[in-house]
């Protein structure tokens, strides 16, 4: 058990907000042992609020740290099977509204995972983001074609895609070991740091098209 005392305001925080604060905060330091062959920690500390040892033990506090292993997936999820790893808009107002638009549809398609896993009586982990989505996207595709335009006709469409969504289920590997090396090679044309108008401009002056 430690204390850990307020530090000094920060520039970006008001004096009213920083006098809120308590003078020190009681946290409990644990120390965690990581010994899976393959993992790159051998310990870290731990700092948690659940201070009473008896109700949280130590294993129980390096089980709960380990699940935060699942946010790291969530977040491959958004950058990898969305797409979202590079936002293409030019202006900061659209990069705003492509981020939104990309979170927005993130949260549907996890709600359609967690309305899948309620009906099959499975854990939201269990079932796969991407299959997922590209079921979603078969059904939009669906309710396009045979749908009237009316709610009843579309409600058998949501039921076969809850019912069918607790399929796609994934495997439990909290241990899994990979490396972190690109299999694909990266192609060797240089990047384009410049506008394409201003990039073609140059490759016609100099000749070389």
């Known amino acids: 058990m430690v204390s850990w005392p307020k530090p000094e305001r920060p520039e970006w925080m008001d004096q009213e907000t920083y006098d ?9 330091e644990v120390l965690v042992n990581v010994d899976v062959p393959g993992f790159r920690t051998e310990s870290l500390v731990v700092v948690t609020s659940l201070l009473d040892p008896k109700d949280y033990s130590r294993a129980d506090i390096a089980n709960l740290y380990r699940r935060r292993w699942v946010v790291e997936l969530h977040i491959r999820d958004i950058k990898t099977a969305m797409k979202l790893e590079v936002l293409r808009c030019k202006t900061p107002a659209m990069v705003r509204q492509e981020l939104w638009t990309g979170l927005l549809v993130y949260n549907l398609v996890r709600q ?15 079932l796969s983001f991407t299959a997922t989505m590209q079921m979603l996207a078969n059904t939009w595709l669906m309710a396009a074609v045979v749908v009237d335009g009316t709610c009843d006709a579309a409600e058998p469409l949501v039921t076969l895609r809850v019912l069918h969504g607790g399929s ?19 192609k060797s044309h240089a990047l ?12 016609v002056a100099s000749g070389s098209t």
């Open 192 to 203: 384009l740091t410049t506008p394409r108008a201003e990039a073609r401009a140059a490759l």
């Open 112 to 126: 359609s995972i967690l309305q899948s896993a309620h009906e099959s009586e499975r854990q939201p982990d269990e």
């Open 168 to 186: 796609h289920r994934v495997g439990n590997r909290p241990d899994r070991v990979e490396p972190r090396a690109l299999k694909r090679r990266p």
């Open 20 to 28: 809120r604060l308590p003078c020190q905060l009681e946290v409990r």
